[in-house]
């Protein structure tokens, strides 16, 4: 009992990646409430529910750094590899974009870490229906903020790993779910199968925009956007 209520749990916001099924999701604000600040222009190619995510409520504090640590006998050598791809993916596209939330992979450890701004990556079954990933948060009452993603163990080729893992950092990051977006467009995107990933191994340009609109407009200083240009 005392576990629990020292657990000021919002696991309530745990977000999953499905085959086919949406997940249900609240809190989630659309981008162009995201840009009221009028700093850029939407690139031409995101279209809000179809080739671009929205943003979630969820920020990480400016100035965090996130350690993401690896379940020790979770993962081959070569499949962590595949994950710390989508971490180096969203490390590039946060400098790209001037934020000061910073990704880093503190390796393995033998159990879930129970520090603040941490993700502990392992295998297990997601719950839900057809699921094949799921990311869960954690808030503590004495302020500690944490996070698991779990990976099904069906999920086994190296570039469905980094695809999903891609997946699972932008929830981190504040980006929902868009399951009705175009394969290839978004990480936010369904997968095609337990193997085929969703076509995106990095954070699309759309979804670095709405990363970077969501934390420039309640900061005011998180993130310098510039207009994307089609290409």
Not at 47 to 74: D, I
Not at 90 to 98: C, E, K, Y
Request: charged fraction near 20%; include cysteine.
């Amino acid at each position: 009992m005392m576990r629990q209520f020292l657990y000021s749990l919002f696991v309530a916001a745990c977000l999953s990646l499905s085959l086919c099924a949406r997940p249900a999701i609240t809190a989630t604000i659309g981008i162009n409430a995201a840009i009221r600040t009028g700093v850029a222009t939407m690139p031409k190619q995101c279209k809000p529910g179809k080739t671009s995510p929205e943003a979630l409520g969820w920020r990480w504090r400016p100035g965090t750094l996130v350690r993401v640590y690896y379940l020790r006998n979770s993962f081959s050598e070569t499949e962590r590899e595949a994950l710390t791809r989508s971490v180096n993916g969203w490390n590039n596209a946060l400098r790209g974009i001037g934020s000061s939330v910073v990704l880093t992979v503190g390796g393995e450890r033998d159990g879930v870490s129970q520090n603040n701004a941490s993700i502990t990556v392992m295998r297990g079954i997601p719950r839900g229906r057809e699921r094949v990933g799921e990311i869960k948060y954690y808030s503590l009452s004495n302020g500690v903020v944490r996070m698991t993603v779990t990976i099904g163990p069906a999920v086994t080729d190296l570039s469905a790993l980094t695809s999903l893992m891609t997946h699972e950092l932008g929830h981190s990051l504040g980006l929902a779910d868009c399951y009705e977006c175009r394969r290839g467009t978004t990480a936010m995107a369904a997968f095609r199968s337990d193997n085929r990933g969703n076509d995106v191994y990095e954070p699309s340009e759309c979804d670095i925009f709405v990363v970077a609109s969501a934390y420039a407009s309640e900061t005011g200083a998180q993130a310098n956007i510039v207009p994307i240009e089609q290409r």
